[in-house]
């Protein structure tokens, strides 16, 4: 990953030097949190399930230097997490992401970013899933990655052109001698464009490009071609809506594997009926990468509702549910999976400094293969102070 690694810290250098040239509004945020819980389901097993008690502590860091012409945002964020009766799976995860936007005039901006995480996968799901008892601990996979983008154009123009090129590297770091062969390397082209109809109603074409490279298991070596065209709406303050449907297809380097192709859409609505709620309503529909082991690729269906309401300046609380429905492809079978996952916060701001959360969250699975199903319940007290 010693590409995707120089590209971000180059962007790194690059942002903060043009931007300590510039006059600069500086903000700098910085928060502690604590959460301590419980875990119904850890190994997320059919039957026999283990529960255990859970803590966290996490801290997020927010930089932000602005001048009149330009802005670089850095957020880093940390977060350790100990269980009580499954210690080999503690485990710490991180994300470091700066961005940087330049405006050459009211209506063109360059932008740029990286992208640095490390992230824990439970025993159960993923690779893992319906095995979790044979392995000892999760699987930890790592993302580094860069993109630039061109954008010409704003709401109030007749037309929007916005141009991005994308470039990941993704590998677990366990299981070596096993995950090799799910290490990606993907550059991905997109192009959107939005033309003005009437008022604040858009006619948005959007056309994507991704190559997909397996370096250790190249016969899944692949391209995949997109295109979308809908309406984007943004009518009132009370709502907004981006609707787009279109065709995919994947095609494969090795002509051993069959080529696939795909109706695909993308559906997100904002709704708010009062100064006090908000309902925002997603769907999309997608090829995306497996990260399985015996797997192909995957035709993924996400559809998901949010519900925001504030009861008083200090009191808020956020539902949402959501339905997963992913096919995993392989030239043997194809294996269905079907996610259902919920989460309810309430959200107490005690101080400008201190704010207390109570968190449930829910997930369950439906498989084809029925000793996968589990059902996995959290709930959690968070303590969050802001420095």
């Known amino acids: 990953m010693n590409f995707s690694r120089l590209v971000a810290v180059c962007v790194i250098y690059c942002a903060f030097s043009t931007s300590v040239l510039a006059e600069l509004d500086n903000n700098v945020a910085f928060n502690l949190a604590s959460e301590a819980g419980y875990i119904d389901n850890f190994l997320y097993q059919a039957d ?11 801290s997020d860091l927010a930089l932000t230097s602005k001048s009149q012409q330009s802005a670089f945002n850095f957020d880093a964020k940390l977060a350790t997490y100990f269980f009580n009766k499954f210690d080999n799976d503690d485990h710490t995860d991180f994300t470091i992401i700066p961005k940087y936007q330049l405006k050459f005039s009211q209506n063109q901006r360059l932008y740029m970013s990286a992208l640095w995480l490390n992230s824990y996968n439970y ?5 893992s899933l319906g095995e979790a008892e044979t ?11 860069a993109s630039i983008g061109y954008e010409y154009g704003t709401l109030e123009s007749q037309g929007k052109l ?3 090129v994308t470039y990941n590297e993704n590998e677990f770091t366990t299981r070596r001698a096993d995950t090799r062969r ?6 991905n082209v997109k192009s959107s464009f939005d033309y003005l109809l009437s008022g604040k109603t858009f006619l948005a074409f959007d056309i994507d490009y991704k190559n997909t490279q397996y370096p250790n298991n190249p016969i899944i070596n692949r391209d995949s071609f997109a295109g979308l065209v809908g309406v984007k709406w943004y009518t ?17 380097d ?11 859409w993308r559906f997100d609505y904002i709704w708010r009926p009062s100064d006090f709620t908000q309902v925002h309503i997603r769907s999309k529909r997608n090829f995306d990468e497996s990260y399985r082991l015996i797997s192909s690729y995957r035709l993924a269906q ?4 949010d519900l925001e309401h504030a009861f008083s300046e200090n009191l808020n609380v956020l539902a949402t549910v959501g339905i997963n429905s992913e096919k995993f492809i392989s030239p043997q079978n194809t294996q269905k999976e079907d996610y259902v996952f919920s989460t309810l916060t309430l959200d107490y701001q005690y101080s400008d400094r201190l704010s207390l959360q109570l968190n449930y969250h829910y997930k369950s699975l439906e498989a084809s293969a029925d000793k996968f199903d589990y059902l996995h319940n959290r709930v959690g007290l968070t303590v969050k102070v802001n420095l």
């Open 135 to 145: 392995l000892s601990k999760g699987d930890e996979k790592e993302n580094v990655g």
């Open 162 to 164: 916005n141009f991005e």
């Open 182 to 187: 799910l290490d990606t390397e993907i550059l």
């Open 48 to 58: 026999n399930e283990q529960g255990t008690a859970y803590y966290s502590l996490s």
């Open 254 to 264: 090795d002509n051993r594997l069959s080529d696939d192709d795909a109706f695909k």
């Open 236 to 252: 009132t303050v009370i709502s907004e809506l981006n609707f787009l449907v279109g065709y995919q297809q994947l095609k494969f």
């Open 123 to 127: 025993r159960g799901t993923g690779l």
């Open 302 to 305: 996400t559809h998901q509702i």
